[in-house]
């Protein structure tokens, strides 16, 4: 079930869509329609939303080589409905699975699923449970889930969480978001090794880091060379967390990989 608006942008034309996820929750979404029968489906990180700068930039640029992009809000994020959560990575999947159902009862091709931070392990957490979608891009994500955790809440964060049972933080624009220890014990129970194992070889993988990023060590991007079983890693270097200082090049490079993988994969169906 879908509702939707449109208007009209230099690129694109924007169309809001609202998509139930198996909840009964609403994820409220952007389609930046181009009229190309595939659609890429953007995902943003933590504490973020679908307007996030890595999603505007990449919406940019794929939208100016006439490829249509989706971007929404995981349930509990944003204006979608339901409860925010630090770890909620298998929700998030199941949030990318009513998408894609979606657009694929509407006889459009999923060209790709590009996430970032916590969005990218929700990507390869869907990509491991669900073999329908051939290409992946995940930027920034986290191999060692315990990782990154220490910056947002802050030293000895199990023993806080443990005496009151949940924790709060300040997203990045200024928005405090609650933290339960169940949450944090679910984020930290998700293996990456493993789940990167079960994606299925004939779904190309690029993983994208930052050798300047202090939320998530660049070498441990290295370990998703051994997990994942068709990937392609690509580093940056200087590039912080969110890419902020070389948003031109990830678009670039994720761009490139996207067109690359569309070529294959129409001569592969044709």
Do not use: W
């Amino acid at each position: 079930m879908a509702e939707s608006s449109s208007l009209k942008k230099q690129n694109s034309v924007i169309e809001q869509v609202i998509i139930k996820n198996k909840y009964g929750e609403k994820l409220v979404g952007v389609l930046y329609e181009t009229s190309s029968k595939e659609v890429i489906i953007l995902c943003h990180g933590l504490a973020s939303k679908k307007e996030c700068p890595v999603n505007l930039n990449l919406t940019d640029a794929l939208t100016k080589e006439g490829i249509s992009v989706f971007c929404f809000d995981f349930s509990g994020n944003g204006e979608s409905e339901g409860t925010f959560e630090f770890g909620n990575y298998s929700k998030e999947a199941d949030d990318l699975h009513s998408v894609v159902m979606y657009f694929s009862g509407l006889k459009r091709v999923i060209g790709g699923i590009i996430g970032h931070g916590k969005g990218g392990n929700s990507a390869l957490v869907f990509a491991s449970k669900c073999h329908d979608v051939a290409t992946v891009v995940s930027i920034s994500a986290h191999y060692y889930m315990d990782k990154g955790i220490e910056e947002v809440l802050g030293k000895d964060y199990m023993e806080r969480i443990k005496e009151k049972g949940f924790l709060n933080f300040i997203g990045g624009e200024g928005t405090q978001y609650r933290v339960t220890e169940e949450s944090l014990m679910e984020r930290l129970g998700t293996d990456m090794h493993a789940l990167c194992l079960s994606i299925a070889p004939d779904c190309r993988v690029l993983v994208v880091f930052g050798s300047a990023d202090k939320c998530v060590p660049f070498h441990d991007s290295f370990k998703f060379d051994r997990a994942i079983p068709n990937r392609k890693l690509h580093g940056f270097e200087g590039a912080d967390h969110n890419f902020s200082n070389c948003q031109p090049m990830l678009a670039k490079g994720v761009v490139g990989f996207i067109k690359e993988r569309l070529q294959e994969t129409n001569i592969t169906n044709h």
